[in-house]
């Protein structure tokens, strides 16, 4: 191994690289976007109503935080988004779970769930609008109508994945059905369920800013839209970048909350 | 007690590419309590399904097995299942997937505690109590599978190919440490395998089945002395037998090769 120089190790598929270069190459690829965009704007490239400098969009930023739209809209966005996925996932996590460990819900059931999953939940919006306004509860409406039947059925698929042998030797340990259920198919589903929330938390971000920038009167969308009408790009950068952010904070939550409750799931 | 019966056992099934499969045919077979008796006999003859039908997890098409005149019904804890793929809990603890049984019969948790701790000692894993499966080898996995199957005290252990997946060492190791508990709880083993030194280094007596449909087609006594160790497969008794079951097992694994072609 001491033979393989580091070129060829780079170069060599699936081969650890040592941290310093992979930190090193991440840094290097975000500091060189930033450096063109800085290049593009202050030489101007591209003109400022265009493509706003990185000192702009900072500006910009700080003024919105300062008089505090932004955190009303975050707040607004955040509410939104943790009510319809909240809702979503406690009643699709269970339905997800029966519908993997037994037929006759599946039966029941899964033919609905995919005829609505694939529905595109933005051609609901203009309904959910005539039926239930522009409010809170449309944009919770649209978060839970385009997350709950993916979770249904990412869940069943991880449920009914469980191997059949749990089951069998949990039997001949003395377990009743119920016990089944409830001390091996619900444990044993946990790890999926929480990659299912994790992807899924990542369509509710795309279905809440959709929602947002087609009728609403607050929310992160709705700051980008009222920039794009004011012809200020610095103030739709900063509406993009606040939800990258939350979205990355919330994935490494997500992350966290799974290490720390499923100890076992990277315990090597 | 654990004597097992097995009364006419016939086991056919319908698969969608094989149509009507006998897996089990008209099978009689008595094992007295205490006993240890393994099944060998070429891959797809139905060992397994013999099993799931004593666990009660397959009903069988005809006949019925009994477990002390008792008629098998449902599975149950009186018939402890080791299986070789060793379907640990992943996400409980060594002593935790031990006492996964009793804390389903309501034991308290003292004696839990208590009765596992013994069993993962009895399999000398008392170090690795707080490891989860995936931290285990595969011959320390299927040595919790073993304790967990003990804790909550069978009268009959069924071992489906439980070293199949193990290299020779590790499965050397495991079939004395088997040994060893099965002389200290004196229990009833249905141990099936294909493999015809372990059959023999483990049984009192050895059952070769044919192909399908599976029949006994004879039945061995192994009058080796107890304790064993390794230094018996040399031994001429050994060797006899061995040369017996391979003769009667070549006819059988040349037809089922011929049926899976």
Partial sequence: ??????????????????????????????????????????????????????????????????NGSLQKHVGVSLVEIYLGFFLSSIIAIPIGIFMGGFRIVSAAIEPIVNFMRYLPVTSLIPLLILWIGIGLEQKVAVI???????????????????????????????????????????????????????????????????????AADSGLGYMILQSMRGLDPAGIFVGIFVIGFLGLVTDMAFKWIKDATLPWTHAR | ??????????????????????????????????????????????????????????????????????????????????????????????????????????????????????????????????????????????????ARSLAVNPEVLLMDEPFGALDSQTRAVMQELLLDVWQKEKKTVLFVTHDIDEALFLGDVVYVMSARPGRVIDTIDVELDRPRDYQVVTSEHFIELKRRIMSSLHAEVDKAMALSQ
């Fill in chain 1, 144 to 214: 839970f109508l385009g997350t709950f039947f993916q979770q249904i059925v990412m869940v069943s698929d991880v449920a009914r994945r469980v191997q059949k042998d749990l089951f069998n030797v949990s039997y001949t340990l003395g377990a009743s059905k119920r016990q089944i259920v409830t001390r091996v198919l619900v444990p044993a589903t946990m790890p999926g369920v929480f990659d299912t929330l994790r992807v899924t938390m990542g369509w509710a971000w795309t279905f809440l800013v959709v929602a947002e920038l087609v």
């Fill in chain 1, 1 to 66: 191994m001491s033979t393989m120089t580091l070129f060829d190790r780079l170069l060599t598929p699936a081969k650890p690289i040592p941290r310093k270069i992979e930190i090193g190459t991440g840094t290097v690829i975000a500091l060189a976007i930033l450096a063109a965009w800085s290049f593009l704007s202050y030489t101007g490239q591209i003109g400022e109503d265009f493509l706003p400098s990185p000192s702009g969009v900072w500006e910009s930023f700080i003024e919105k935080l300062s």
């Fill in chain 2, 1 to 146: 007690m654990g004597e097992v019966s097995i009364e006419n056992v016939s086991l056919s099934f319908t698969t969608r590419h094989a149509g009507k499969v006998t897996a089990l045919d008209t099978l009689n077979l008595k094992i007295p309590d205490r006993q240890f008796a393994v099944i060998v006999g070429p891959s797809g003859c139905g060992k397994s399904s013999l099993l799931d039908v004593i666990a009660g997890l397959t009903e069988p098409t005809r006949g019925q097995c009994r477990l002390d005149g008792n008629t098998i019904g449902k599975p149950g804890p009186d018939r402890g299942m080791v299986p070789q793929s060793y379907s640990l809990f992943p996400w409980l603890t060594v002593q935790k997937n031990v006492e996964f049984g009793l804390s389903l019969n309501g034991v308290s948790a003292r004696e839990r505690t208590e009765r596992a701790s013994h069993y993962v000692n009895v399999v000398g894993l008392s170090g690795f109590k707080n490891a989860y499966p995936s931290q285990l080898s595969g011959g320390m996995k299927q040595r919790v599978a073993i």
